[in-house]
């Protein structure tokens, strides 16, 4: 079973995580599965991000839905470790801006995670309604992707629109749950997996995220996994057929 790799928050060997040059990255090496995170601005504007608040990447003690898009815009993306990426900085794109780039790759799937945080600030309706109105020109290539069952549920009930679910514990993995909501795709981190468990793709496509070596890579595509989710895709992909 050949690897389909899916490239986590775009290609974050070089990059920062979640931005159009991660992005970009990834599509030049040849990625067709790209992953990103999302999150409401305070008025109302899709962006990509993935904590809960600003610490890590803006060294502020604020979240997303606290500001507007005009403050966002004037932050400055610095990764945990300058000297890897060469004291590179960058911007928070809005996802319009990654529609505009992904309508020129129809070759793309786009994994759009919708961040559980949004539903402290806004409601399940208005979150999907706002981020299904950005997606519209491509959303032939998206998969609507969250832990939230809930937000899932709301999207089966509005659209026929490709959905993946976040396992966020290996007990979620239940027949009764997933017959309901029928996902198209099942996302799990492979420290959530029971040792030695064979994958049946046969009802979803199964997708492990956070491997980091070769080794597992292996492992799990020989157990039936197919997708393999990445910071690091392209020195995986590198190392795999050297």
Not at 43 to 67: P, T
Not at 143 to 151: A, E, I, P, Q, T
């Amino acid at each position: 079973m050949s690897i389909q790799w899916v490239a986590h928050r775009g290609e974050c060997q070089s990059h920062i995580e979640n931005t159009l040059t991660s992005i970009n990255e990834a599509i030049k090496n040849g990625i067709t599965n790209i992953e990103i995170d999302i999150q409401l601005s305070r008025d109302g504007v899709a962006v990509l991000f993935h904590d809960r608040n600003l610490r890590r990447l803006c060294k502020q003690n604020k979240a997303i839905a606290e500001l507007d898009l005009n403050a966002i815009q004037q932050l400055t993306l610095i990764p945990d470790d300058e000297t890897h990426f060469k004291r590179k900085t960058a911007k928070i794109p809005t996802l319009c801006d990654v529609v505009s780039l992904i309508e020129k790759h129809p070759q793309i799937t786009l994994f759009v995670e919708i961040k559980r945080v949004n539903f402290l600030h806004f409601s399940y309706q208005n979150v999907y309604k706002k981020i299904i109105h950005v997606l519209k020109p491509i959303l032939t290539q998206v998969v609507l992707l969250s832990f939230s069952y809930r937000f899932l549920r709301l999207c089966r009930k509005y659209s026929r629109q490709t959905i993946a679910y976040v396992l966020p514990s290996w007990q979620q993995f239940n027949a009764k749950m997933l017959t309901k909501l029928q996902p198209e795709y099942i996302f799990c981190n492979i420290k959530r997996t029971p040792k030695e468990y064979i994958f049946d793709n046969s009802t979803f496509n199964w997708v492990l995220y956070e491997i980091s070596n070769t080794i597992e890579a292996k492992d799990f595509n020989n157990r039936g996994v197919q997708y393999l989710e990445s910071f690091t895709t392209k020195k995986l992909q590198q190392k795999l057929y050297v």
